[in-house]
């Protein structure tokens, strides 16, 4: 008797809609959840070489919160690749201007650093208010 390992063949894979309201929801657990949902973790057929997940819209991105002292202390840094040219944003700036990036960087914290977490980062959709444009697919409801 052998055991035959499965592979999910690109064309096989089911991807599917889900809907994540982050209104008073803590940043890093439900970055935790997306990112699984994103790489496909939760599904029997996950293989870790291939793009096996679903698409996520979050919504209410705004009103993500922090715990503790962080919404006073938390920054992002990014660089200009030139002497001194470290810039850096507060978590208060960064949620009044654009509240999307809080997610989406959190989200990228937790995903391997390959060509793979570009691909799984397409699947995720941000959105600062409570609409989205993707009524269409038909999206399910997740509670977190």
Not at 7 to 25: H, L, N, T, Y
Not at 32 to 56: E, F, N, Q, S
Request: glycine share 6%; charged share 25%; no cysteine.
């Amino acid at each position: 008797m052998s055991v035959r390992t499965f592979m999910p063949k690109v064309s096989e894979i089911e991807r599917q809609w889900f809907v994540v309201d982050a209104e008073g929801q803590t940043l890093g657990r439900i970055a935790t959840k997306i990112a699984t949902l994103v790489r496909g973790k939760h599904k029997p057929t996950y293989t870790p070489h291939l793009d096996v997940g679903d698409y996520v819209i979050v919504i209410n991105a705004e009103k993500v919160r922090l715990t503790g002292r962080k919404e006073e202390q938390k920054n992002y840094y990014r660089h200009s690749n030139y002497p001194g040219g470290l810039t850096t944003t507060s978590f208060r700036s960064m949620i009044e201007k654009h509240p999307e990036r809080v997610i989406e960087f959190a989200v990228k914290g937790m995903l391997p650093g390959s060509t793979l977490a570009k691909q799984q980062l397409l699947k995720l959709k941000v959105y600062a208010g409570p609409n989205h444009p993707h009524a269409a697919q038909q999206p399910t409801t997740l509670e977190l």
